[in-house]
């Protein structure tokens, strides 16, 4: 599902974070949310949006390789950024997987951080105040 926002986007390569300005990000979750509810996820317990890998039927490790992608499509552009990194995995104490949603809503303007700007080259004209970007396998 697409959903078109007209907003400002921070790219931050500094930063090991991402962030939505709040009604994106809570539409974006509302999304989310109810896409993993298809798939019967329990939601794990966190600051962040995150579910674990098991239903009822047990683990359900393909969803890893099916996770739904993230793309910024940027004004002007003419291209799409298509997010390598827009989850993080990780295994808890009771050795249960589980996967988080690596963004947070924010106040003001929404911020790409580094792991998200994984795979491209990004080339900032100041002078120009232009943005150029091509994927790359880095």
């Known amino acids: 599902k697409r959903l078109l926002f007209k907003n400002r986007l921070i790219l931050d390569s500094g930063s090991d974070s991402s962030s939505l300005v709040g009604p994106i990000y809570q539409l974006f979750e509302k999304e989310l949310v109810e896409q993993f509810s298809k798939d019967n996820l329990t939601r794990r317990e966190s600051d962040r949006l995150c579910y674990y890998y098991e239903t009822k039927e047990g683990p359900q490790l393909q ?5 739904p992608t993230v793309a910024f499509d940027l004004e002007g ?6 997010l390598a990194e827009a989850f993080f995995h990780g295994v808890d104490k009771d050795g249960k997987r589980y996967f988080c ?7 003001h303007d929404s ?15 100041l002078k120009n105040k232009l943005l150029h970007f091509k994927s790359e396998n880095c």
């Open 63 to 67: 969803l890893y390789e099916r996770l």
């Open 111 to 125: 911020t790409l951080g580094a792991p998200q700007q994984t795979n491209y080259r990004m080339v900032f004209d």
């Open 77 to 82: 552009q003419n291209s799409v950024i298509k």
């Open 101 to 107: 949603l690596m963004f947070t809503p924010a106040e």
